[in-house]
């Protein structure tokens, strides 16, 4: 009698992972996330370990954690596997400052953001 398993939140060809507090704004993670969006899996990878940008790796990280949610937990084919959506949130901000002249306060924000990863099993074409 136990309880009732959780319904998928994705379709049956699909898996996902999720990072969160990327210390990065929002709007330079979505330059990555854009690199790799409608990619094959293999192509992302390689664009993602030889990219110039300082959270590439962390975004290479969360689609190999895609990679393996998608093996291992939903039996997906890794070869026909394509990045089919990444987007990104906004996470905290972090507030500090720093005294200007005149008596003002400059603001200083830290941004944090999260990226979601999908991934989906695609049929080979002829």
């Known amino acids: 009698m136990g309880k009732e398993?959780?319904?998928?939140?994705v379709a049956e060809n699909e898996a996902f992972a999720?990072?969160?507090?990327?210390?990065?704004?929002p709007q330079k993670l979505n330059l990555v996330a854009a690199l790799i969006?409608?990619?094959?899996?293999?192509?992302?990878?390689?664009?993602?370990?030889?990219?110039?940008k300082r959270i590439a790796g962390d975004v290479k990280k969360c689609l190999q954690s895609a990679i393996a949610n998608a093996e291992n937990n939903h039996n997906l084919d890794v070869d026909n596997?394509?990045?089919?959506?990444?987007?990104?949130?906004?996470?905290l901000v972090m507030k500090r400052g720093r005294p200007r002249a005149r008596g003002r306060y400059g603001k200083i924000m830290k941004p944090f953001s999260e990226i979601t990863i999908k991934v989906r099993q695609v049929e080979e074409r002829a």
């Open 81 to 91: 596997l394509v990045v089919a959506e990444a987007w990104v949130g906004k996470n």
């Open 18 to 25: 999720k990072t969160k507090m990327l210390r990065t704004s």
């Open 37 to 52: 969006r409608g990619k094959k899996v293999d192509k992302a990878l390689a664009d993602l370990t030889f990219s110039h």
């Open 5 to 9: 398993q959780n319904p998928r939140r």
